[in-house]
């Protein structure tokens, strides 16, 4: 028997794929609604894997994890769009900041190139291509896509009970001197586990279960990114991106769009005060001035708040860890860190964890 702990789109494919390998699968999910995690709090886009480096697992799976997603996609009829990316070079202060942008796009092609991504092309003033995109030059990637993810996560948890996984909800797991129990969130009634396997795919508390094992020098601190509603969708149907940021492995402010037709600003990065913390902080002005160096299109107005997605930022001995973290430790598999791509490469890091278990 295998027990996946987490009913994200992590835990979910890695027990869909467990199952469909004859495996006996018990979900088991904190929340009373599954979905409430990272999963239904993201931007829905499917990555090309442009900006990881070649050798870092996120380039590795989130590169195979866009084909195995697009087949379930088609095979489930979640509704999904390959509308491509411009990442811009946007409004500049200054000559320097100017030229340095001009360099990343150059390394961002570059790497691309080297990872296989087709049909990369640069473009000098982005604007006459695409109406209303402020810059000099942008990066055009048309291998990237959105996709509605409340379907997505719907017809995962179908295709998982079609193949016979068991999910239990309100149930949260903890290790205590060794053994595994699962407690009952609501009588708080504590009953011992036994499994062959058991999967950390905890998402933001992913640290507290592998502390509980004993690793006590892993730490997810929870980073924010905010979404502000748009009033009006642009009158093309393509993601607008900044050059990612520096400081962090945070993407930009940038334009998306979901399926369902509304259209959002985010996510910038700023520290959450807890993994609970999901209040909207940044004043309108402020991100509207993010937003205003990619697009001439918004006025001030035409942003209200939308949403707050939490990312799980991992430490490991007060370090920053940029890549996917994926540890077995005896009959645990613990997954950490797994923040953005983790949407697009969910698939591939199903594989990779069952093959860590043959
Ligand atoms: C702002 C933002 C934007 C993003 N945009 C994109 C994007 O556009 N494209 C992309 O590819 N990726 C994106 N990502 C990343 C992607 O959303 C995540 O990598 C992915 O959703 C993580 O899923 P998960 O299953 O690990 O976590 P979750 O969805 O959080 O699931 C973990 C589950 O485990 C449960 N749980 C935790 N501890 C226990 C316990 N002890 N017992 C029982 N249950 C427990 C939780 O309740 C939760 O439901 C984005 C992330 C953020 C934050």
Known sequence: ????????????????????AGEEVYVIEKSENAGDGISGRNSGVLHSGI???PNSLKSKLCLRGY??????????????LLCGKVITSGLSNSKEEETEKQIEIEKLLENG????????????????HWKHVEGNSALWVPKTGVVDVPTYLKMLWRACEEEGVQFLKNKKIVIDQGSVFSIDETTQVREEIEADHFINAGGLYSDELIKQAGSEDYEIRPNKGEYFRLKKTLPYETLIYPLP??????????????????????PNSNWAESK???????????????????????????LSEGYVGLRPRLFYKGAAIKDFTILKQSNWIHLLGIESPGLTSAPAIAEEVVGMME
């Open 276 to 302: 609970e913390d999901y209040k909207m902080q940044t004043p309108r002005s402020e991100y509207f001035e993010s937003l205003r160096k990619i697009l001439n299109f918004y006025k001030e107005e035409d």
């Open 51 to 53: 900006y990881y480096d």
């Open 113 to 128: 190139k080297n990872i296989g991504i087709p049909d990369l092309e640069i473009k000098q003033n982005p604007g006459n």
């Open 67 to 80: 084909e195995l997603a697009i087949s379930f996609f088609q095979k489930h009829q979640v509704p999904f």
């Open 1 to 20: 028997m295998k027990v996946v702990v987490g009913s994200g789109i992590i835990g979910s494919w890695i027990a869909y794929q467990l199952a469909k």
């Open 245 to 266: 940021m520096k400081t962090s492995t945070a993407l930009g402010v940038h334009y998306t769009f979901h399926l369902a037709g509304d259209a959002y600003a985010g």
